[in-house]
């Protein structure tokens, strides 16, 4: 079972090793946890379809779909959907994503991140505006985003719509001077794809095993670790939305590198 | 000497410890306010390089996080850093001053009041504001990549704990100090108090004791100053000891015989008092006094005198008891205490032994002396209740049986201080009869003894008493010499006789050629010539007109100033008489030694001229000398033919008496020199009465 690494290899080792060991458990037969050094080597693997049952962002999973298929996606803040967005300062008296030109736009992870870059590039588009027409930074994750739009370092921000909600957001900055400039139609959360080459019936037991894992305090502990108030069903029609706009920002068949 | 009012007294050893107290006290409060500023010194150091340690950490790993825009991990870093203590805040500042990323702890007070006070946390305002705190410590620390600045980090550290511990540590320096110097003052007291202030307090001990007349010595316990100063103070009281004894002796004891003196006496009459009244028993007391000693001394020397003193008072103690007390009064005098005499016949007995003992013969310096004495008796608690009565009737007694006669005793009586008080009375009475005009001068005519002519006359004083009437000269002129009034009295004679024969000159009055005069032992001295010369010149007395009278006793005065006077007297020109010859000592010497130019052959002798032949031989023997000294005679109380027709016809130059004429007074005798005047007395009646 191999994981993106959106956090530090023990730190993933520690969320999602109850969840393997449950696995393990239900299925009757080992399930090893790998994670990767970076995204490079955690691509790599996908693409050697080294990972049976693989948990990535929706990117990864559109471009890897031809070897794996979504059986199940996260919810996350009790919600499975997430809109993309574009964040900006109250103050800046932006109101037009049009307005955008020629501005700094800082996003909240790589150009792979689906809410943190596509969708607010998707937006973008939409507004008639290229990759050339504003000026992209890149934070480390999200929430820097917003702290870099905050302290006036961009002029907009993307990520996702619940980006203000996020607690460590809001115990950062005052996120009452920020404010949502456009959003994206709702997007399903991180999906978790098993290879398509695996059994129908394991995949099926593989489903059915994460996605019940409500029902009890054990169950629970799991999510918890996981940092994810559940799992539920999906199937690869769900990305669909996903698809369409990384299609339309980085062209069918284009990667974003 | 006493302590100023209004001044502390403080003890030496109060002054001692407050300065060591506050020597101690200086010292390590300095050394410790010392220790405690390199202290807040080192640990502000410590605090500077810990913020120049932290600093460097984030100025090294924040340039990835600011590039990567990561402002959650640049907050972890500040957070990390703030957390740190005595960490103010921590914050990372854009090139141009703008926080990335800031953490203050809102905790610190200097944060908390301002965060207070200003109702926000704005954090440039906020860091502007404390940042000129003086118990801030502001270090910044570029952030560099690539040699691009890419912001700052800077962070706050308080002082304010290195200055609370500061302020903990003074207090239990302090406390410490306290402690510590409480310690030591009470040991270095302590120590103190045993080496120097229990031997100073024994020296002042001591020295009260011999303040208070009592012998007192101190232990000496060291070797250092205070032994030396507490031996010093028993050398000291050691030689105040010998001093007092030898003092006590000379204040009680007679350095010539070694007896007890006047002041032991009473000391001993007192307590024999008190002794007697608690047991209801009689003593007695004897005041002794050698008859003559006076001539003993004159004639056989003071160390003979005194060498007999020392024999009559070895004597005395020989035939008395243990208890009986024998005492040295002074001159001659001694006080002989016995203690439980039962009566007068006990007393009187031992009158006798004394009175016995006293004039055995004895030799002194080879020469046989027989002393005589004088004492009088008194009884306690018959004859006087206290010391000095007792004492003063004795000495009353004495003069009393000396009066008597030599060797003999007499009990006191109160007849005889009936006698004193009326000498009293007559002494103060004595002293007014000048002032009151009482005293009177009279004049005794002497006639030249062969041809019976008036040469002059002797003056003599008469005094008139309100009450007493005539008051005889033999009375009063004894008591005006033991009183000393016989000096102004003398001198007043002195000078009326001077006014009176210059006034009869100048009226024309000369018969009298002189004015024979009286003059005192007492009045003799040195001065006297001086006063004469004066009242001559004053009144124009020629010297030959005043013939001065002196009687033996004058010389037996002191015999360098008794001739020094004479010659003086001799100088001014007057005629010297030696008055009363033959009734005293009448030493040939004296005429040897001293030139006169008269004799008076006393009364006494003429009285029994021409029947009595001693009389005889002895007035004819003394006229013989006299012309032999070439010396001019007066024979005084001549009261018979007979004894005028001897006088003369034995060559005598001059008589008076009441045969050939009595005492006058001042008018009575001007008109007897007025008659002269006249020719109507020459001298017929002294004529016809030598013719017979």
């Not at chain 2, 303040?211 to 103070?233: M, T, W, Y």
């Not at chain 2, 608690?381 to 003999?408: C, F, I, R």
């Not at chain 2, 009595?612 to 070439?630: H, S």
């Amino acid at each position: 079972m191999g994981i993106f690494p959106r956090n530090k290899p023990g730190e993933t080792t520690t969320m999602y090793t109850p969840l393997a060991n449950h696995l393990s458990a239900r299925l009757g037969r080992k399930v090893v946890l790998a994670t990767a050094r970076d995204f490079d080597s955690f691509s790599r693997a996908v693409e050697e379809r080294r990972y049976d049952i693989v948990f990535y962002n929706q990117f990864h999973y559109i471009q890897s779909s031809k070897s794996y298929t979504v059986i199940a996606h996260n919810e996350e803040f009790g919600r499975s959907v997430v809109a993309g967005a574009l964040f900006v300062r109250k103050d800046s008296g932006i109101t037009e994503v049009s307005q955008l030109r020629g501005r700094t736009i800082i996003f909240g992870g790589g150009r792979d991140a689906m809410l943190a870059y596509i969708a607010p590039i998707f937006l973008l588009m939409q507004a008639g505006l290229g990759e050339k027409d504003f000026k992209s930074e890149f934070a480390v994750t999200p929430p820097n985003a917003a702290v870099a739009l905050s302290l006036k370092l961009a002029d907009a921000a993307g990520g996702g719509e619940i980006l203000l909600s996020l607690p460590v957001v809001k115990k950062t900055i005052n996120t009452d001077e920020l404010r949502m400039l456009a959003s994206t139609e709702p997007l399903l959360f991180l999906p978790w794809a098993v290879k398509r080459s695996m059994p129908a019936k394991l995949q099926e037991r593989i489903r059915t095993v994460i996605v019940n894992l409500d029902s009890s305090d054990a169950d629970q502990a799991i999510l918890a670790s996981a940092r994810t108030t559940g799992i539920r069903k999906a199937q690869d029609k769900d990305y669909e939305p996903h698809r369409r706009m990384i299609n339309a920002v980085f062209g069918k068949g284009v990667s974003p590198k | 000497m006493r302590v100023p009012e209004g001044m502390l007294r403080l003890g030496l050893g109060t002054k001692f410890i407050l300065t060591v107290l506050t020597i101690l006290a200086g010292t390590m409060a300095v050394n410790n306010l010392y220790s405690l500023y390199s202290s807040a010194r080192f640990h502000e150091k410590q605090l500077v390089e810990r913020g120049h340690a932290l600093g460097r950490l984030i100025s090294l790993v924040s340039p990835e996080a600011i590039l990567g825009f990561d402002f959650l991990l640049l907050n972890e870093y500040t957070r990390q850093v703030s957390a740190q203590p005595d960490v103010v805040y921590g914050v990372i500042l854009s090139p141009k001053g703008a926080p990335l990323s800031a953490y203050i702890d809102d905790s610190d007070p200097l944060v908390r009041a301002r965060i207070n006070a200003a109702g926000s946390s704005d954090v440039t305002r906020l860091l502007r504001e404390i940042d000129a705190h003086p118990e801030l410590i502001q270090l910044a620390f570029p952030i560099v990549h690539n040699n691009v600045e890419l912001g700052r980090f800077v962070v706050g550290l308080s002082k304010h704990s290195l200055r609370a511990e500061s302020r903990r540590q003074l207090a239990l320096q302090l406390v410490a100090l306290a402690l510590v110097v409480l310690f030591l003052c009470a040991a270095i007291y302590l120590v103190f108090r045993a080496n120097v202030l229990f031997p100073i307090k024994s020296l002042i001990s001591a020295s009260r004791h011999v303040g208070r007349g009592e012998h007192a010595l101190v232990e000496i316990k060291s070797n250092d100053e205070l032994g030396q100063l507490a031996s010093a103070f028993n050398a000291m009281a050691e030689e105040v000891r010998l001093e007092q004894a030898k003092l006590h002796r000379q204040a009680n004891f007679d350095t010539l015989t070694g007896l007890p003196n006047r002041l032991m006496a009473m000391d001993r009459i007192n307590q024999t008092i008190s002794r007697a009244r608690r047991t209801s028993q009689r003593f007695a007391l004897f005041f002794i006094d050698l008859d003559n000693f006076k001539s003993v001394n004159d004639s056989l020397g003071h160390a003979v005198g005194d060498e007999l003193l020392v024999a009559t008072g070895a004597r005395v103690q020989a035939i008395l008891r243990d208890a009986d007390t024998v005492a040295r009064l002074g001159g001659d005098e001694f006080l002989v205490l016995v203690p439980d005499v039962i009566n007068e016949l006990q007393a009187e007995e031992i009158a006798e032994r004394l009175v016995r003992s006293i004039s055995e013969p004895q030799l002194l310096s080879g020469r046989k002396v027989v002393a005589r004495c004088s004492i009088g008796i008194v009884l306690f608690p018959d004859n006087g209740d206290t010391a000095a009565e007792l004492m003063a009737n004795a000495d009353n007694a004495m003069y009393q049986a000396k009066a008597g006669g030599h060797g003999s005793a007499i009990f006191f009586t109160e007849d005889m201080n009936t006698r004193l008080r009326d000498r009293m009375q007559m002494e103060q009475d004595l002293n007014q009869a000048l002032e009151l005009g009482q005293l009177a001068l009279h004049f005794q005519p002497i006639f030249d003894a062969v041809t019976g002519c008036h040469r002059g006359a002797e003056v003599l004083l008469r005094w008139q008493h309100p009450e007493r009437g005539s008051v005889s000269p033999a009375d009063f002129i004894p008591l005006a010499e033991a009183t000393g009034q016989i000096v102004g009295i003398g001198d007043w004679v002195l000078e009326q006789a001077c006014r009176n024969w210059s006034h009869w000159r100048q009226s024309g009055l000369v018969g009298a050629e002189f004015l024979a005069i009286n003059i005192s032992r007492v009045q003799f001295r040195k001065r006297f010539a001086r006063r004469l010369s004066a009242l001559m010149a004053q009144y124009n007395v020629p010297p030959h007109a005043l013939e001065l009278e002196i009687t033996e006793s004058v010389l037996l005065d002191d015999h360098q100033n008794v001739a020094e006077e004479l010659n003086s007297l001799r100088a001014v020109g007057v005629t010297l008489s030696l008055d009363d010859f033959g009734t005293g000592y009448s030493s040939l010497s004296y005429l040897k030694r001293f030139r006169f130019d008269v004799l008076k052959i006393d009364r006494s002798f003429v009285s029994g001229l021409p029947d009595k032949p001693e009389d005889v031989l002895l007035v004819k023997a003394i006229l013989a000398m006299a012309k032999g000294l070439d010396l001019r005679v007066v024979a005084e109380g001549v009261e018979s033919h007979d004894q005028l027709l001897f006088l003369s016809g034995q060559g005598c130059d001059y008589a008076q008496g009441y045969l050939l004429a009595m005492p006058m007074s001042v008018e009575a005798y001007r008109m007897y020199l007025e008659t002269l005047v006249a020719g109507a007395v020459r001298s017929a009646s002294l004529r016809s009465r030598v013719t017979g």
